[in-house]
């Protein structure tokens, strides 16, 4: 099983991506962040994912920070 977080700050755009996951059996979306901070947080205290979907221009902290912290912090993912 692979465990997606996403971070999209577009509702619609974030309940699309669920949606289209959703025919693969194989693939489970554990949450959705609006922002790279809120992710950050997510993966403080689930550090089970595998997959991280992340919009770059978001509110609070983009994507390119958050995926850099991501990758310091969380080399498996």
């Given at each position: 099983m692979?465990?997606?977080l996403?971070?999209?700050d577009?509702?619609i755009?974030?309940?699309?991506l669920?949606?289209?996951?959703?025919?693969?059996?194989?693939?489970?979306?554990?949450?959705?962040a609006r922002?790279?901070?809120?992710a950050l947080?997510?993966l403080?205290?689930?550090?089970?994912?595998?997959?991280?979907?992340m919009?770059i221009?978001?509110p609070v902290?983009n994507?390119?920070?958050a995926?850099?912290i991501?990758?310091?912090?969380?080399?498996h993912i």
């Amino acid at each position: 099983m692979i465990k997606v977080l996403i971070v999209e700050d577009q509702f619609i755009l974030q309940k699309t991506l669920e949606e289209k996951l959703s025919f693969y059996s194989d693939v489970q979306v554990k949450f959705c962040a609006r922002n790279g901070e809120e992710a950050l947080g997510y993966l403080a205290d689930h550090r089970t994912i595998d997959l991280v979907l992340m919009d770059i221009e978001m509110p609070v902290m983009n994507g390119i920070v958050a995926t850099d912290i991501i990758k310091q912090k969380y080399p498996h993912i």
